[in-house]
């Protein structure tokens, strides 16, 4: 029997027992897929990591450092982290685009105050209380709520009294660009709260931020490294669509470092309707935050948390029902109802839910794929979950062929050859493919053994006798989304 051996060589004639080892049969089943999330966002120059340079981040508090307290990608951290602390996770920093400018509001104190309590402000979803003495004056209460923003330096913003109207604060982004028009500011967010008997505020919404930094400079800093998903704040349309051809680029068959891409928006529900049909990948998720007072970019990291993490269990299951630590819902009246989340979904927009608790779930995760290259709806690539588990189906495929004949000839079906020997054929590589097709079917990712065995197609190249072609059909398995029952009673 002729055995192929990797390392003994076959005119060995020094005396001695040689043994080598070989992993090649070593492991059983399916392989994991790893995953490998990066955020990209703007910086401030106090961070300490340059711009477009990715950097490993292991706790919020080092995101702080890395790309400066208060800025959007520190935000963006913070409500990854809440969700998911065991994801590695990376960071790409960019500096505002030089033409950019910063968005800007303000907030208008009407006074005096008739009676003391407490001014409980929302900015960004983070609390701000300032305390109120009765007979404060509007200026008085200005001054107050500019210290108390300015004291908390994890807001996106920062406060200053107005020189000319006393009694009005002036906000403006930290981070200059479109992101800044998305920082909420309202006060009375939560049930029992309420101004001070006699004071009033104004807030003039934050708007005027213009021009976000390119894309295209964290694309390039990303070099050859595989991110299985990367998380943005913005969703203009360049940013969107150099982030989408790299996306389609490392989806296919020459490249195959799957890259999924999950943004956030906030706005009305034309908005948003808006947004989703003007997009059109199969690689690109976009939860919608409505009226939420927490910021789209915190909505886009904390499912890109939750999803990076849930699917490397499982790329099947659904990801219904997770909750989205740290968000803050819309209030009761601002959210959207069935019909209006429905209309979303056919436009491309994933949706949320509220529970009993005021926690917000995932409804379902759509990408923004919708129609095919001839305009034709097409539903294939609607859910995030089945890129995911095509994603995995490729990735452990290829690691069974690699590891099972990692340096194996090729022959013919029906090539006598001894046993021992480093060959194969199509006809060992069907029967893989088959046994492969049974460990998928365990896990729960695919469904249809017979129609498999029947479509799947192994057969060596004609033109090229070092490759064996194949067609691998598995039918991949689906998620219990919706359940219509018909109650027919009888009395």
């Not at 997770?322 to 209030?331: H, I, S, W």
């Not at 097709?437 to 029947?454: C, H, M, P, S």
């Amino acid at each position: 029997m002729a055995i192929s051996f990797n390392t003994i060589p076959v005119d060995l004639r020094v005396p001695g027992a040689y043994v080598e080892i070989d992993n090649s049969r070593a492991l059983r089943g399916l392989v994991g897929m790893p995953r490998k999330v990066l955020l990209i966002g703007p910086r401030l120059d106090s961070g300490t990591v340059p711009a477009g340079t990715p950097v490993q981040v292991l706790t919020e508090r080092a995101a702080q450092g890395y790309f400066g307290r208060g800025s959007i990608l520190h935000l963006m951290f913070r409500a990854f982290k809440a969700g998911n602390d065991y994801t590695e996770v990376w960071g790409i920093g960019l500096d505002d685009d030089d033409a950019a400018q910063a968005a800007s509001g303000s907030i208008a104190v009407s006074g005096p105050a008739t009676a003391g309590g407490t001014i409980a402000l929302m900015i960004d979803g983070a609390r701000v209380r300032v305390g109120v003495a009765a007979g404060d004056a509007p200026a008085a209460i200005a001054t107050a709520i500019a210290a108390a923003i300015n004291a908390q330096t994890d807001l996106p913003l920062s406060a200053a009294v107005n020189g000319v109207d006393d009694a009005q604060v002036d906000l403006t982004a930290r981070n200059a660009g479109e992101t800044g028009n998305h920082i909420d500011v309202r006060h009375s967010y939560h049930t029992g709260e309420a101004l001070p008997a006699g004071v009033g505020l104004a807030v003039t919404a934050l708007s005027g931020g213009t021009a976000n930094p390119d894309v295209a400079d964290a694309v390039a800093a990303m070099g050859d490294e595989w991110w299985t998903d990367v998380v943005i704040p913005w969703t203009d349309a360049a940013n969107l669509a150099a982030l989408e051809a790299e996306a389609a680029r490392r989806f296919e068959g020459m490249d195959m470092r799957d890259m999924f891409i999950w943004a956030g928006a906030s706005g009305t529900h034309a908005d948003l309707t808006t947004l989703g049909n003007s997009r059109n990948s199969p690689h690109l998720s976009i939860l919608g935050a409505g009226a939420s007072p927490s910021g789209p970019w915190a909505w886009a990291a904390a499912l890109a948390a939750v999803a990076s993490y849930h699917l490397q269990i499982d790329p099947a299951r659904p990801l219904q029902t997770l909750v989205l630590d740290g968000l803050l819902p819309p209030a009761v009246e601002e959210r959207f109802d069935l019909t209006e989340r429905n209309l979303l979904l056919h436009d491309g927009v994933a949706t949320h839910k509220v529970d009993a608790g005021g926690r917000v779930l995932v409804e379902r995760a759509v990408t923004t794929y919708e129609v095919d290259a001839g305009g034709i709806e097409d539903a294939s690539y609607l859910d995030v979950t089945t890129l995911a588990t095509v994603a995995y189906l490729r990735y452990s495929l290829r690691a069974r062929i690699t590891q099972k004949f990692p340096r194996h000839k090729l022959a013919s079906n029906g090539t006598a050859y001894g046993a021992g020997q480093a060959i194969v054929t199509p006809d060992v590589i069907r029967a893989e493919l088959v046994a492969l097709f049974k460990d998928w079917e365990d896990a729960g990712l695919v469904e249809g053994f017979d129609q498999f065995k029947r479509d799947l197609i192994v057969e060596r190249n004609a033109n090229d006798p070092n490759r064996v072609d194949a067609v691998i059909p598995p039918d991949v398995v689906n998620q219990l989304r919706i359940f219509a029952g018909k109650i027919e009673f009888r009395l």
